[in-house]
């Protein structure tokens, strides 16, 4: 049974940083996808950021809304993809997802693997 777990959630002051985990179990995504969606109350869920494995290296890609702040990192032998988040702002308040696909197809609203989610707040 797959299993991704995500932690490293909580409540920061604006310019703040966090940095999430998500360990994934059951099997191994390190030739495929991983990556982060958000939902924020009385939105829909979105993209944040994916690590997809092309056939020759990883290739890392985020939602405009994030570029230049978060940053997408995995490290195979932990089966983990991380999120390190900083000069966080108060529209960056949402839950967290982790998702993994096992092809090399970006992870996206169909990725057949999810966490429960972290609860991430930023404060003003």
């Known amino acids: 049974q797959v299993q991704l777990v995500e932690s490293g959630g909580g409540l920061v002051q604006a310019g703040g940083s966090l940095r999430l985990s998500c360990v994934a179990s059951g099997r191994t995504f390190s030739t495929g996808s991983m990556g982060w969606f958000r939902q924020a109350p009385g939105k829909e869920r979105e993209f944040v950021a994916a690590?997809?494995?092309?056939?020759?290296?990883?290739?890392?890609d985020y939602a405009d809304s994030v570029k230049g702040r978060f940053a997408i990192s995995r490290d195979n032998a932990k089966n983990t993809v991380y999120l390190q988040m900083n000069s966080l702002k108060p529209e960056d308040t949402a839950v967290y997802y982790c998702?993994?696909?096992?092809?090399?197809?970006?992870?996206?609203?169909?990725?057949?693997?999810w966490g429960q989610g972290t609860q991430v707040t930023v404060s003003s």
């Open positions: 690590h997809t494995w092309t056939g020759v290296t990883y290739y890392a």
């Open positions: 998702a993994a696909d096992p092809s090399r197809t970006r992870v996206s609203e169909i990725s057949p693997y």
